[in-house]
C-alpha cells in the first residue's frame, strides 16, 4: 500500500512566522502535490512537482512556495503565515508514468491554525 | 463557475437505502473521473476510477459518466453506517501536462442505523 505521511497532524503558528509542511511518500511516485482543504470550496491545489526540483504553480500559490530536493520529500513553505492560511493542507502523490488521470494517493492532512 | 459543482449536502439516509451522489463538470475535455470517500480525520482515498462514458461496479458501488450531459454520479447500494463520510468526485483532462486532479467540493452522507 502507498504510503503518504505528512510530518504533523496540528500545527499552531503565530501571523508572520515561516511555517513548514513536510510530506514523505514510500512508493517512489514521480508526481507529489499540496492542496488545501476549505469547508464550502473543496479541495484546491496549491503546488505540484513531477520530479526532483521541479516545481508548478497550482490554482492558489500565493503566499507559498515548495521544495522538492528528493523524490520522496515535498515541503511546502509558508513565508510569512497569515490568518486566511488557516487551513487543512494535503499532501498527495502519483505514478508518473501513467495517464494524465493517475490516482492520486493522500496523506491524513495537516489541519494548521494561524492566530 | 466551477470546474466540478457537487452538493455538498449533507445527506442523511436509513441504513439499508440506496444512496445517490452526483457531480457535473463543465469542461468537456475531462476524460478521467473519480471518487475518492474522506472520513473525518483522514486523507481522501480513492474508491472508484473511470474513463469515459459508461458504468462500473465494484461491490455495492457503482459510478456511472454520462459525457453528453456532463454528469457523474456514484450509487451506494444496501448503505451502512460505515459509509458515513464525505465523498469527492474528481476528474482530469486527457493531458493537461500537470496531472493533477480538480475536485468537486465533496458531499456529506450520514447513515443512520
Known amino acids: 500500500d502507498v504510503k503518504v505521511t505528512q510530518s504533523s497532524r496540528y500545527l499552531v503558528k503565530r501571523t508572520g512566522e515561516k511555517v513548514f509542511l513536510e510530506c514523505v511518500q514510500d512508493m517512489d511516485h514521480e508526481n507529489m502535490f499540496w492542496y488545501r482543504q476549505d469547508p464550502g470550496l473543496g479541495l484546491r491545489l496549491i503546488y505540484f512537482s513531477y520530479d526532483v526540483k521541479m516545481k508548478e504553480k497550482g490554482d492558489i500559490p500565493e503566499g507559498y512556495s515548495v521544495s522538492r530536493e528528493k523524490k520522496e520529500r515535498f515541503s511546502l513553505i509558508l513565508e510569512s503565515a497569515s490568518t486566511n492560511q488557516t487551513s487543512m493542507y494535503l499532501c498527495?502523490?502519483?505514478f508518473g508514468g501513467g495517464p494524465a488521470g493517475s490516482p492520486l494517493h493522500f496523506g491524513n492532512g495537516t489541519r494548521l491554525t494561524v492566530t | 463557475q466551477k470546474e466540478v459543482e457537487q452538493d455538498p449536502g449533507p445527506l442523511s439516509v436509513p441504513e439499508g437505502a440506496i444512496v445517490s451522489l452526483n457531480c457535473t463538470y463543465s469542461n468537456s475535455a475531462f476524460q478521467y473521473f473519480m471518487w475518492y470517500r474522506q472520513y473525518s480525520r483522514k486523507g481522501p482515498e480513492l474508491l472508484m476510477y473511470?474513463?469515459?462514458?459508461g458504468n462500473k461496479e465494484d461491490g455495492r458501488f457503482t459510478a456511472q459518466v454520462d459525457k453528453s450531459s456532463k454528469y457523474i454520479s456514484l450509487f451506494i447500494r444496501d448503505s451502512q453506517p460505515s459509509d458515513s463520510a464525505t465523498y469527492l468526485c474528481a476528474t482530469s483532462h486527457i493531458d493537461t501536462g500537470r496531472r493533477a486532479l480538480t475536485f468537486g467540493s465533496g458531499t456529506r452522507l450520514q447513515v443512520q442505523p
Open positions: 473511470t474513463y469515459s462514458s
Open positions: 498527495a502523490s502519483s
